[in-house]
């Protein structure tokens, strides 16, 4: 298995139909350039994410070992290797791959229905690459983008309630990542986790705060508490529930500390009165704050109950807002989250009771990792030009070289309409530049446009790179 995985590389890294498309161009096609886009969905913007992983990922040069071990796969698979294709990149380009690759800055919030990379390839013998990489590409983009993107989009949700009703600068820690068993592999987890780290600081997916380490070099970026799980309250047996969750306190209290404890094994409301009877001193004394976990249930009808508990015992004295915020414990919601009941709670548990955002945070699993699809933000590749060289006749071998616009457009389904010519991202802002096109899609304000589009890789060698702060800091513009 190991000498497998040293022999796998971007030669066997596509779906199965691409390996015989070299041989569908039209005679003397020389290029080919292809545009990544979202073309709708669920949001009407995308935070773009996945490029950083991507180059690195592009870099690694292939070898001869690799070459003969896909010519043999694939011929054992039923398709037609371009081996020579691919040992020319090897004996003329030292085995990197020569692409070059635009794309947006990381963290960008960008409208839905515009270029967010290009790619196209530098040698003229191997306009079939482009086409090749797509898988690789394409999966490398949607699914961070799609993980950053709903979760970006829940924090505007909970920054509004929070401008609202309390503070604000708590954000970070308002979202919780759950995700990590609930997602296809390992590698999900990294990838999905880190995409949400752009955004909120609190996770349990350390596979994402490790992702985020190897690709973007950064320190630890995302922090978690100690919290108790059903196993843990329950192996004390019910009669003894309240020394489980005293031990908890115990265990992990102290002034300025946080601790999360699962409440609801057996009864939640109990359990609420509990924390404000027999352990209420305790948990003053030790100074912490503790955050109680229902795990069940109606959302609503579970928060505004165990609300009305916990404010009869502490208190929930109203902030300079207005808004009620209960003394020493908070409440964190991670059962069945996501965007429509995540505004659900906070519409009646805010507007209607009158209680501050800064009572609560939430826990997100499956919601913000695993269910969603390269569909949820319709995300395709499309090929948008072909340079092709025109030869009058056998003797012509200079040729001049025409660019073709490339577009489908499907009669079923105008969603699906592509794009023509050499497109890319214009922003407005900067410099004047007499040259620019008309954006293919942006908001106008003004004539003053300049690409937006950096270069991300060229020739096997990546040619930018972000920090992790600055892809959290596009994400705040």
């Known amino acids: 298995m190991q000498k497998q995985n040293k022999l796998r590389s971007i030669m066997l890294d596509t779906d199965s139909y691409k390996v015989s498309m070299w041989k569908q161009y039209p005679a003397c096609t020389e290029y080919v350039y292809s545009y990544i886009e979202a073309r709708g969905g669920i949001y009407a913007e995308t935070e773009f994410l996945g490029m950083q992983k991507l180059s690195q990922y592009l870099a690694t040069p292939i070898t001869q070992e690799q070459i003969d071990y896909a010519d043999k796969i694939w011929a054992m698979h039923g398709e037609p290797f371009n081996r020579e294709g691919w040992q020319y990149i090897l004996d003329n380009h030292e085995g990197k791959l020569p692409l070059r690759i635009k794309a947006a800055q990381e963290g960008l919030i960008i409208p839905t229905k515009n270029v967010l990379c290009t790619i196209e390839n530098t040698d003229p013998k191997c306009f079939w690459?482009?086409?090749?990489?797509?898988?690789?590409?394409?999966?490398?983009?949607?699914?961070?983008?799609?993980?950053?993107?709903?979760?970006?989009?829940?924090?505007?949700?909970?920054?509004?309630?929070?401008?609202?009703?309390?503070?604000?600068?708590?954000?970070?820690?308002?979202?919780?990542?759950?995700?990590?068993?609930?997602?296809?592999?390992?590698?999900?987890?990294?990838?999905?986790?880190?995409?949400?780290?752009?955004?909120?600081?609190?996770?349990?997916?350390?596979?994402?705060?490790?992702?985020?380490?190897?690709?973007?070099?950064?320190?630890?970026?995302?922090?978690?508490?100690?919290?108790?799980?059903?196993?843990?309250?329950?192996?004390?047996?019910?009669?003894?529930?309240?020394?489980?969750?005293?031990?908890?306190?115990?265990?992990?209290?102290?002034?300025?500390?946080?601790?999360?404890?699962?409440?609801?094994?057996?009864?939640?409301?109990?359990?609420?009165?509990?924390?404000?009877?027999?352990?209420?001193?305790?948990?003053?004394?030790?100074?912490?704050?503790?955050?109680?976990?229902?795990d069940s249930g109606d959302p609503v009808e579970v928060l505004s109950k165990m609300l009305t508990i916990l404010e009869h015992f502490y208190g929930a004295p109203k902030n300079a807002k207005g808004y009620k915020v209960l003394n020493n414990v908070r409440i964190i919601w991670g059962d069945g989250i996501n965007a429509l009941s995540l505004e659900t709670i906070l519409r009646t548990l805010v507007d209607l009771h009158g209680y501050s955002a800064d009572n609560f945070a939430f826990g997100m699993g499956g919601g913000l990792l695993q269910q969603l699809n390269r569909d949820t933000q319709k995300w395709a590749m499309k090929c948008s030009a072909v340079g092709i060289r025109e030869y009058r006749d056998a003797e012509d071998v200079i040729g001049k070289l025409v660019w073709r616009d490339v577009f489908k457009d499907p009669v079923t389904d105008s969603?699906?309409?592509?794009?023509?010519?050499?497109?890319?991202?214009?922003?407005?802002?900067?410099?004047?530049?007499?040259?620019?096109?008309?954006?293919t899609r942006w908001v106008d304000k003004g004539f003053d446009w300049k690409e937006a589009l950096v270069d991300w890789f060229e020739d096997g060698e990546i040619k930018f790179s972000q920090t992790f702060d600055e892809v959290r800091a596009n994400s705040n513009l």
């Open 129 to 294: 690459l482009t086409t090749w990489v797509e898988t690789t590409a394409l999966r490398a983009i949607w699914y961070p983008t799609t993980v950053g993107t709903i979760s970006w989009n829940i924090k505007q949700l909970l920054l509004e309630y929070l401008e609202k009703s309390g503070d604000p600068s708590t954000i970070a820690f308002k979202l919780h990542d759950f995700g990590a068993r609930g997602v296809s592999s390992e590698e999900s987890a990294a990838i999905g986790g880190a995409a949400h780290l752009v955004n909120f600081m609190g996770t349990d997916t350390m596979s994402g705060v490790l992702h985020v380490m190897d690709v973007y070099g950064a320190d630890v970026s995302g922090f978690s508490i100690p919290a108790a799980e059903h196993s843990t309250v329950t192996s004390w047996g019910r009669d003894n529930e309240v020394e489980a969750y005293r031990n908890m306190i115990k265990q992990f209290g102290g002034n300025g500390k946080v601790l999360a404890v699962v409440s609801d094994s057996y009864d939640i409301y109990n359990a609420c009165k509990l924390w404000g009877t027999e352990l209420k001193q305790d948990v003053i004394d030790s100074g912490a704050t503790v955050v109680i976990r229902p």
């Open 415 to 439: 969603g699906k309409r592509s794009m023509k010519g050499r497109v890319t991202l214009w922003q407005c802002g900067g410099e004047y530049e007499s040259s620019v096109t008309k954006p």
